[in-house]
């Protein structure tokens, strides 16, 4: 079964950081090997825009069979306030929340990122979730590209 994941910005350039280029690589190729389906937001592709071209064009590598668009909805938006509201992060991280909150409206599985401080934070993901909860939604989790790799490299 193909696993759809959400991708933030940081894993697209996580292939352009040394500290996370291998795990990257390894991650991508597993969407182009078929094992996961990424879900983009149009807040990614906003965040892309302002990026190097390498890392802006990244995506156009992949066949549209490997990406679902979704966008930031007013469900999502709200969603996101309430992080904010909640204090999980500063209102600097909005963004970060709009990620979460987007994967997360939109049902979906796993939200991959290598933002460490803000999202792919043990204490943070407690905090959104219960959050989610509260709210009507699911859990989400929220992993790094190397902790969901198929292959133990």
Request: aromatic share 10%.
């Amino acid at each position: 079964m193909v696993r759809t994941v959400y991708i933030d910005t940081s894993v697209v350039g996580g292939l352009f950081d040394e500290e996370f280029q291998h795990w990257t690589e390894l991650f991508f190729q597993e969407v182009k090997d078929g094992n996961y389906r990424l879900t983009v937001s149009d807040i990614l592709l906003r965040e892309l825009k302002n990026a190097p071209t390498n890392v802006r064009d990244y995506l156009n590598y992949l066949t549209p069979e490997h990406l679902i668009a979704i966008e930031l909805n007013q469900q999502a938006e709200q969603l996101a306030d309430i992080y904010l509201e909640e204090r999980i992060v500063g209102f600097k991280s909005l963004i970060d929340c709009q990620h979460i909150a987007t994967a997360t409206v939109h049902n979906i599985e796993v939200l991959v990122s290598w933002n460490f401080k803000h999202i792919v934070n043990l204490d943070k993901i407690r905090l959104y979730n219960s959050v989610n909860l509260r709210e009507g939604y699911r859990t989400i989790e929220i992993r790094t590209p190397r902790e969901i790799l198929h292959h133990g490299d």
